[in-house]
């Protein structure tokens, strides 16, 4: 562990500043988080062997963890907007800790939902509150915030699977116990950002940590809440089926050992990192309409030009897919929560937990197509999901940005 993540981190100063020890510790902290998270997936090839697992029980897996994220994360989020609650990051890591445990034990297919559902539950815990650290660390640069925040995440993303190729598929099952050292160093960078955000509340009266009026009309609000959701649908959608079984789709169409397929997936997860770093900041200068645009509908004709490509050409474009996908979520969080000021933690549940949630529903239905029509005939349906980006036309401009 560094220095940045075990020592005390000062209360913030004068407003304006942006807080980048406090960013990098939750940073690193989602980081951690999300590695654990990530490897649940990573090990699919490990489980499905061991368990005998059809593809519809692996979509299962991935619906139980998904929901477990998704259902909690508005509840805590509309929680602690009446009071906020410092501590409640440890007691998410505790539990993605107790998760991660009893899925190195795990026997039985039930024993492994109820692993991935506890691993879920701290991820509910986690986001919308550390999201809401995030941008009370921002001095108003909330963009440049969400995505040094969610960078961590998607690093960790990205990890989990190099992690799986070298340590758990060689060792086997049992060896992710060793990874609750990870979620320890987690609580212990956690109960240190728990001080810093305990120091800040109390710095700060009630009335000062209002947020500016909504910059639309009520009406105009909810069109713009469900075009955003909706964009968030095909978003995810369309990444539960290049995640969760990118890895079969390469052993299979192109007979790529189960290893191997581990380090390919890594390689698209880190442009998914990559993508998630730019489209905050750029955000903040060009409008997040723009980078939204961008987003969705730029990576169509890669998506549905992956299916008839080559295994270096699948590499390539999944790589590009990822990049220009991902740039989107932070624009689409900080939108949302300009949209409606002073409900941060709500707003960050809802779009995290709708993210988990339709990752979880698409990975079920596509394991259940998967099935029955063959994963290569999945991917080639799937391409054409990103053109439904076209609703975010109906996307206002926002002028002027809420304060910090």
């Given amino acids: 562990m560094t ?18 020890r406090v960013l990098g510790a939750i940073s690193l902290a989602h980081f951690l988080n999300d590695m654990m998270q990530s490897l649940i997936l990573a090990i699919y090839p490990l489980l499905k062997g061991n368990y005998h697992l059809t593809f519809a029980e692996i979509g299962l897996l991935t619906l139980t963890y998904q929901c477990s994220a998704s259902l909690l994360q508005p509840l805590v989020g509309m929680i602690t907007d009446r009071r906020p609650q410092p501590r409640a990051l440890v007691v998410g890591m505790g539990s993605t800790l107790l998760g991660l445990l009893l899925l190195s034990q795990a026997t039985t297919f039930p024993l492994l939902l109820l692993a991935a559902a506890l691993v879920g539950t701290g991820s509910s815990i986690f986001h919308p509150e550390s999201s809401r650290v995030a941008r009370m660390a921002s001095g108003g640069r909330h963009g440049l915030a969400q995505s040094l925040f969610q960078v961590g995440g998607n ?74 959701v909706a964009l968030v649908v095909t978003k995810y959608t369309y990444l539960a089926s290049l ?28 442009a998914v990192a990559a993508g998630t770093l730019l ?76 993210a988990f949630g339709i990752a979880g529903l698409g990975a079920a239905l596509m394991g259940w197509l998967a099935d029955h029509y063959g994963i290569v005939g999945v991917y080639a349906l799937c391409g054409w999901i990103p053109l439904a980006g076209i609703v975010a036309a109906l996307l206002p401009e926002l002028r002027k940005q809420s304060a910090a």
């Fill in 3 to 20: 220095n940045s993540a075990t020592a005390t981190l000062p209360a913030s100063a004068a407003t304006g500043d942006t807080r980048y």
């Fill in 155 to 228: 690093g960790g993303t990205a990890v989990g699977p190099l992690l799986a190729a070298l340590i758990i598929l060689p060792y086997g099952q049992h060896s992710l116990a060793w990874f609750s050292l990870a979620a320890l160093a987690a609580i212990i960078v956690l109960w240190q950002v728990g001080n810093w955000y305990r120091q800040h509340l109390a710095s700060q009266p009630a009335r000062q940590r209002r947020e500016t009026a909504a910059p639309l009309s009520p009406g105009r609000t909810r069109l713009a809440l469900a075009v955003l």
């Fill in 243 to 270: 995640h969760s079984f990118y890895t079969f789709y390469l052993m299979e169409h192109f007979a790529v050992p189960a290893q191997s397929a581990q380090y390919y997936l890594f390689a698209f997860l880190f």
């Fill in 279 to 354: 489209g905050g900041p750029l955000g903040d200068r060009i409008g997040r309409r723009r980078v939204i645009w961008f987003s969705i509908l730029g990576v169509a004709p890669f998506s549905i030009a992956l299916p008839h490509m080559g295994l270096t050409g699948t590499l390539v474009l999944s790589m590009l897919i990822g990049f220009i996908l991902s740039s989107a979520f932070s624009a689409i969080l900080v939108y949302a929560q300009e949209l409606v000021p002073g409900k941060v933690g709500m707003i960050s549940g809802l779009f995290f937990g709708l």
